[in-house]
């Protein structure tokens, strides 16, 4: 049979499925059984299992499809056990024609997989490819992480939790631990001597030489962060942890115990072969053919209780073969003689819902890196199934996207960058919260922090694409140069095109067009307005690519742009009518042009200097300042029916010493519109914007400003 699936090497990015689809039958395997809810136990019919296990939700087992061969499938559990979903392939799981085959162990189904879920979805098998053994970690049903895993023979899984692994091999006498690179590469590989070792999250617990002393490692430090004394009488042979506890034996037959991390003591359990659940232990009672329970969560083993029966069959160890515990739930699962799966909750309380461990994107989204940097991806991993909830908001406080997951122990986004309703957010900071619930019981763990986005929306006065306003100026030998800034307050570098004529006036704009690159208008010396195409950061010449939007323009002695004043989304440019002082609207057409004038105010002759700010109050449109000659300062707030509001008074003799002042948007990082003014001896100043229309005192940011003829 040919290979169902390829390679995905270390630090491939994921393709996998959401938890949500494990109700979807895998195409081409027929009709399996459906969804099912019974009292508990809960039955789930199968034609056989040739392996098991559980975790995070995600139920694992080999069984015959419809179509005859064996694959590996996953069901979706309820938190209580009393729903299962229906089955959807996790790959092949027989005997490709090259010979090539999943390792199998004898069990008193003929020959089993031995399975290892991880918690998020993901499930671990050795694959047998010419005699040679490698790990794998299946991703979805046609992508595993396995390319560089050493090839061995002997192969035995140890644990596995959410990302990390762990693995032994008889062949070389040494342990393997790894990580899959779900969005990114982990470099954690360690190879080490075989000792007893678990994992949680990214920490690897490791028995040392000494009686009773355990070890943990953070992998992703490559360094010791933690030891403990167990109190055990031998050097540990087996360990298995589950958030504060840490199983411990001497061997199966040996004395066995459980070390609780926060008591910062061992109590003894029952000793055989175990599965540690979130407070409690199942072993196999072979001689009563019962499934044991032993309960610890309050700190001291209580008299273990029979849970369902298992008859003895004739393999010793039937852990993974026969029955599973889920240690981020509280279920156990097992496959009685009539080959039905059976869920049983343990019935014992789990610790407090908590992260283990996450893997976050880095807090920036480019939505213009076609390297794959325009989508924001990551994973937490929590200690109990969830459902979650993901928003982004913008600098404003108004929420941009939702996402929405679970169950599952994992909580995995990928945000496209796009808002909700498909558009694309703002070039500036936003503030993502998730917020993840407890899918049975209560418990609700919440985190947040910040994406700066570029590539989408420019802001006001934005040139560059990088969230932040840039401050246009004109000096005297021709140089149109963009000052930039890293958003700390002031202009931190620039660039400049050379060539520009005295008298050139620029107008710093928005995208007209579809590229997220705001053009520039520019009105020559003789009248002609030309729209340069926006170039994203790069300094305009005359020569630059542009299109002219007609003649006359120096009939007007103010053009500026306050952004949206017709609720379009697009910036709009105000004019001041020198013969009339007329203010008209020319409203971007969304094809590069602009629409003819529409007179919007008659007679600003009292107004000195009027200026477009960009959204000053936070309600999603553009407003105006506009100062008196008496040192009166306005403030005119835009509508999206293209008009202005009455205006308010913001500031009552202000300044009357500035020969410039500009809208020059978000310089500071904080998402509100900010100005800045020069006055006659060169001083440039920043006044904050507030967010609700006003702004801050003055700061100095810098000195001879003077010597440039136009400052936009």
């Known amino acids: 049979m040919a290979r169902l699936a390829s390679p995905s090497g270390r630090g491939a990015r994921r393709r996998i499925a959401a938890l949500a689809a494990l109700t979807v039958v895998a195409t081409g395997l027929g009709s399996m059984p459906s969804a099912v809810a019974a009292d508990t136990p809960t039955p789930v019919q199968t034609g056989g299992v040739w392996g098991i296990d559980f975790a995070g939700g995600v139920l694992n087992t080999v069984e015959i499809a419809p179509s ?96 990390y692994f762990v693995y032994n091999a008889a062949s070389t006498g040494k342990q393997y631990v790894d990580a899959v690179g779900e969005y990114r590469r982990t470099d954690v590989r360690m190879t080490r001597s ?28 490559k ?30 037959s040996g004395v066995a115990g459980v070390y609780d991390r926060t008591a910062k003591k061992s109590f003894t359990v029952p000793s055989g072969a175990v599965l540690v659940g979130d407070g ?38 039937q852990r993974r073969l026969t029955w599973a515990v889920d240690k981020f739930g509280g279920d156990i699962a097992y496959v009685g003689p009539d080959k039905a799966i059976r869920i049983v909750p343990s019935g014992v309380p789990a610790q407090p819902l908590a992260k283990i461990e ?72 936003h503030t993502w919260t998730l917020t993840a619930r407890a899918a049975e019981g209560d418990g609700t763990y919440t985190s947040s922090g910040k994406i700066s986005v570029s590539g989408g ?54 995208d007209m067009g579809s590229d997220r690159c705001a053009e520039m208008l520019v009105r020559m010396p003789g009248g002609e307005l030309r729209r340069y195409a926006g170039k994203c950061g790069s300094p305009y010449t005359p ?18 742009v306050p952004g949206d004043l017709t609720g379009d989304g697009r910036p709009d440019l105000l004019a001041r009518k ?53 040192g009166t300062l306005y403030r005119y707030d835009g509508t999206a029916a293209g008009k202005l509001k009455e205006r308010v008074k913001v500031f009552g003799a202000w300044g009357t010493s500035y020969n410039t002042i500009v809208g020059v948007g978000d310089i500071t990082g904080d998402g509100k519109a900010d100005i800045v003014e020069r006055d006659g001896s060169g001083n440039l100043f920043r006044n904050n914007g507030n967010g609700k229309g006003s702004f801050g005192s003055r700061t100095k940011i810098a000195t001879g400003w003077q010597g440039y003829k136009g400052v936009f």
Request: proline content about 4%.
């Open 358 to 429: 996450s893997d976050l994107n880095a807090g920036y989204i480019d939505l213009k890196d076609t390297s794959g940097g325009q989508r924001w991806e990551s994973t937490w991993q929590l200690n109990r199934p969830v459902t979650w909830t993901f928003s982004v908001k913008d600098a404003h406080g108004r929420t941009v996207r939702t996402l929405s997951g679970g169950p599952g122990a994992e909580v995995d986004v990928a945000w496209d960058g796009r808002t909700d309703a498909g558009g694309y957010p703002s070039n500036e900071n």
């Open 578 to 630: 020198a013969s009339t002082s007329d203010v008209h609207l020319f409203a971007d057409d969304g094809h590069g042009k602009l629409k003819a004038g529409v007179k919007i105010r008659s007679s600003w002759t009292g107004y000195s200097k009027v200026v477009g700010v960009g959204d000053l109050n936070g309600d999603g449109y553009g407003d105006v300042l506009a100062h008196h000659k008496d």
């Open 457 to 510: 929306l420019q802001g006001h006065h934005d040139q560059g694409g990088l969230d932040f306003g840039e401050l246009v100026t004109l000096n005297s030998v021709g140089e149109l140069t963009l000052h930039y800034t890293e958003g700390k307050g002031k202009f931190d570098w620039k660039r400049s095109g050379a060539g520009w004529p005295k008298g050139t006036v620029a107008v710093p704009f928005g």
């Open 223 to 252: 360094k010791v962060v933690a030891t403990a004394a167990t109190g055990a009488p031998c050097v540990i042979k087996e360990l298995q942890t589950v958030g504060r506890w840490i199983y411990w034996n001497c061997g199966t």
């Open 543 to 560: 020569n630059s690519s542009h299109t002219s939007l007609g003649a006359g323009w120096n009939a007007y002695n103010v053009l500026t």
């Open 68 to 163: 005859g061969p064996q694959f590996v499938f996953a069901r979706q559990v309820a938190a209580d056990g009393a729903t299962v979903g229906a089955p959807t392939s996790m790959g092949y799981a027989d005997t490709y024609a090259t010979g090539a085959h999943v390792k199998r162990v004898p069990c008193d189904a003929g020959s089993c997989v031995p399975l290892r879920a991880t918690g998020n979805g993901h499930v671990g098998r050795f694959f047998v490819d010419n005699g040679q053994e490698r790990a794998q970690i299946w991703l979805t049903a046609g992508s595993f992480h396995s390319s560089d895993e050493p090839a061995v023979t002997g192969g035995q899984f140890v644990d596995a939790t959410g990302r």
């Open 194 to 221: 075989i000792t007893a070792a678990s994992v949680w999250g990214s920490a690897l617990w490791t028995a040392s030489s000494t009686a009773g002393a355990i070890t943990a490692t953070d992998l992703e430090q």
């Open 280 to 317: 409690y232990l199942v072993r196999h009672d072979r001689t009563a053919g019962k499934l044991v329970l032993t309960d610890f969560h309050t700190g001291t083993a209580a008299p273990p209780r029979e849970i369902a029966d298992l008859p003895a069959g004739t393999t010793a160890d």
